[in-house]
């Protein structure tokens, strides 16, 4: 077996922005129709914005993922880090994961002691590559084609999820919170320059 090397795909995160800008321009509109200083606030969401996507463009250029006979190696924004083969034992492929990520497919890789190695997103790599991944390491491989519920893969995988995911409930609150606090403080300042 020679090195094989898997990289992102471009086209599999544009279609993923491209339905998180059509929630996100009509807000931004909105809030930029209602801006009394309409340049300021074009150039800071430019700004914003190019950061953005050229950030992720640029780890997308960057991320690879290696496979070789020996090892498995993950290259992000700087060095990549290797791992031995032995260090994972079995796949997970969950192709429709609501847990409140972007991204519906998720590549899981696990430990012979059931410890997450390594979890990669469906926005990013694309289905495609996580299943050719899936299929380089040659290890045992489970797929989950039906949708599951974040507290459905939280009961058969305990290591896949991030405190977030398994806590929806608590998040949200602490986003609401987050926005009213953001709210007042906007009104407040508003008010007070008035």
Known sequence: ?????????????????LA???LGVPVIAAL????DNRLLFGVLVGAAVVLTVGGVLLYI???????????????????????????????LLVLRLDA?????????????????????????????QLRSLADALEVEQSVFANPLKAAELDR???TALNWAEKNPGPVAGL??????????????????TR
């Open 175 to 192: 986003v609401l919170g987050a926005f009213a606090v953001v709210a007042v403080v906007v009104a407040v300042i508003l008010y007070s």
């Open 20 to 22: 998180v800008a059509g």
């Open 61 to 91: 250029a960057r991320a690879r993922i290696y496979v070789t006979p020996d090892q498995i190696g993950r290259r992000g924004f700087f060095a990549t880090k290797w791992m031995t083969r032995q260090s994972v034992s079995r796949s």
């Open 1 to 17: 077996m020679t090195t094989q090397a898997f990289k992102p795909s471009v086209s599999v995160y544009a279609k993923s922005t």
């Open 100 to 128: 409140g990520t972007a991204a519906p497919a998720h590549l899981f890789l696990f430990a012979p002691d059931s410890t997450l190695v390594m979890r990669l997103y469906g926005a990013l790599w694309g289905e495609p």
């Open 32 to 35: 930029f129709l209602s801006n």
């Open 156 to 158: 058969l995988e305990p």
